[in-house]
Protein backbone atom coordinates (compact mmCIF):
# COMPACT_ATOMS: atom_id res chain seq x y z
CA UNK A 1 0.00 0.00 0.00
CA UNK A 2 1.29 3.25 -1.00
CA UNK A 3 0.35 6.47 1.36
CA UNK A 4 0.81 9.99 -0.53
CA UNK A 5 1.50 13.21 0.78
CA UNK A 6 0.88 16.27 -1.34
CA UNK A 7 2.26 20.07 -1.42
CA UNK A 8 1.76 22.95 -3.14
CA UNK A 9 -1.37 24.91 -3.82
CA UNK A 10 -2.45 28.46 -2.65
CA UNK A 11 -4.28 31.43 -3.96
CA UNK A 12 -3.39 32.46 -7.42
CA UNK A 13 -3.81 35.37 -9.96
CA UNK A 14 -5.01 34.24 -13.74
CA UNK A 15 -2.34 33.45 -15.49
CA UNK A 16 0.20 32.67 -12.92
CA UNK A 17 2.27 29.30 -12.52
CA UNK A 18 1.88 26.67 -9.74
CA UNK A 19 3.76 23.21 -8.95
CA UNK A 20 2.01 20.61 -7.43
CA UNK A 21 4.00 17.84 -5.70
CA UNK A 22 2.88 14.52 -4.37
CA UNK A 23 5.73 11.86 -3.03
CA UNK A 24 4.58 8.36 -2.44
CA UNK A 25 5.78 6.46 0.74
CA UNK A 26 5.87 3.03 0.30
CA UNK A 27 6.65 0.05 -1.79
CA UNK A 28 8.41 0.55 -5.13
CA UNK A 29 6.97 4.05 -6.82
CA UNK A 30 7.64 2.86 -10.32
CA UNK A 31 5.31 -0.36 -9.98
CA UNK A 32 2.07 2.44 -9.88
CA UNK A 33 0.41 5.14 -12.71
CA UNK A 34 -0.19 8.41 -11.44
CA UNK A 35 -2.68 10.72 -11.83
CA UNK A 36 -3.84 14.23 -10.76
CA UNK A 37 -7.22 14.42 -10.49
CA UNK A 38 -9.33 17.71 -9.45
CA UNK A 39 -12.80 18.37 -7.61
CA UNK A 40 -14.32 21.51 -8.05
CA UNK A 41 -16.93 22.90 -5.35
CA UNK A 42 -20.35 20.90 -6.44
CA UNK A 43 -18.82 18.70 -9.19
CA UNK A 44 -17.65 15.63 -9.29
CA UNK A 45 -14.00 14.64 -9.71
CA UNK A 46 -12.02 14.71 -12.86
CA UNK A 47 -9.28 13.75 -14.69
CA UNK A 48 -6.72 16.38 -14.86
CA UNK A 49 -3.34 14.57 -16.17
CA UNK A 50 -1.37 11.22 -15.62
CA UNK A 51 2.14 9.35 -16.15
CA UNK A 52 2.93 5.39 -16.89
CA UNK A 53 5.14 3.83 -14.49
CA UNK A 54 8.19 3.63 -16.67
CA UNK A 55 8.07 4.72 -19.58
CA UNK A 56 6.81 7.83 -18.69
CA UNK A 57 3.77 8.53 -21.26
CA UNK A 58 1.28 11.10 -20.28
CA UNK A 59 -2.36 11.62 -21.21
CA UNK A 60 -3.71 15.21 -20.05
CA UNK A 61 -7.68 16.46 -20.23
CA UNK A 62 -8.21 18.51 -22.88
CA UNK A 63 -8.52 21.71 -21.28
CA UNK A 64 -5.59 21.74 -19.42
CA UNK A 65 -3.57 20.39 -22.84
CA UNK A 66 -1.10 22.70 -23.47
CA UNK A 67 -1.06 24.64 -19.87
CA UNK A 68 -0.24 21.82 -17.37
CA UNK A 69 2.70 18.99 -17.44
CA UNK A 70 2.90 16.07 -15.17
CA UNK A 71 6.25 14.54 -14.44
CA UNK A 72 7.92 12.18 -12.11
CA UNK A 73 11.15 11.08 -10.65
CA UNK A 74 11.27 7.72 -9.44
CA UNK A 75 14.16 7.80 -7.55
CA UNK A 76 12.84 10.52 -5.31
CA UNK A 77 9.47 9.06 -5.70
CA UNK A 78 7.68 11.90 -6.83
CA UNK A 79 4.98 13.18 -9.68
CA UNK A 80 4.56 17.16 -10.05
CA UNK A 81 2.03 18.60 -11.84
CA UNK A 82 3.02 21.97 -13.30
CA UNK A 83 0.51 24.54 -14.09
CA UNK A 84 1.15 27.29 -16.43
CA UNK A 85 -1.27 30.19 -17.33
CA UNK A 86 -3.87 29.02 -14.58
CA UNK A 87 -7.22 30.01 -15.39
CA UNK A 88 -10.14 30.92 -12.80
CA UNK A 89 -12.12 27.66 -14.11
CA UNK A 90 -8.89 25.76 -12.53
CA UNK A 91 -10.09 26.34 -9.28
CA UNK A 92 -10.38 22.95 -7.40
CA UNK A 93 -9.17 20.96 -4.85
CA UNK A 94 -6.46 18.63 -6.44
CA UNK A 95 -5.87 15.46 -5.64
CA UNK A 96 -3.04 13.03 -6.35
CA UNK A 97 -3.82 8.90 -7.01
CA UNK A 98 -1.49 5.84 -7.55
CA UNK A 99 -3.04 2.93 -9.23
CA UNK A 100 -1.00 -0.64 -9.45
CA UNK A 101 -3.39 -1.53 -12.12
CA UNK A 102 -3.91 -1.34 -15.51
CA UNK A 103 -7.26 0.42 -16.14
CA UNK A 104 -8.04 3.54 -17.72
CA UNK A 105 -5.99 6.34 -16.25
CA UNK A 106 -8.67 9.01 -16.99
CA UNK A 107 -11.11 7.34 -15.03
CA UNK A 108 -11.27 7.62 -11.15
CA UNK A 109 -12.55 4.71 -10.70
CA UNK A 110 -8.96 3.58 -11.95
CA UNK A 111 -7.31 4.46 -8.58
CA UNK A 112 -6.83 2.50 -5.41
CA UNK A 113 -4.70 5.36 -3.51
CA UNK A 114 -5.29 9.25 -3.06
CA UNK A 115 -3.61 11.72 -1.35
CA UNK A 116 -5.07 14.10 0.53
CA UNK A 117 -6.44 16.94 -2.01
CA UNK A 118 -4.84 20.57 -2.21
CA UNK A 119 -6.77 23.47 -2.74
CA UNK A 120 -5.86 26.11 -5.66
CA UNK A 121 -7.88 29.22 -5.88
CA UNK A 122 -7.23 31.31 -9.01
CA UNK A 123 -8.39 34.56 -9.60
CA UNK A 124 -9.74 36.03 -12.06
Known amino acids: QVQLVQSGGGLMQAGDSLRLSCVAI????????MGWFRQATGKEREFVAA????????LYTDSVNGRFTISRDNAKNTVDLQMNSLKSEDTAVYYC?????????????????WGRGTQVTVSS
Open 97 to 113: AATRGYSNLRSRFGYEF
Open 26 to 33: GPTFSDYA
Open 51 to 58: ISREIGDT
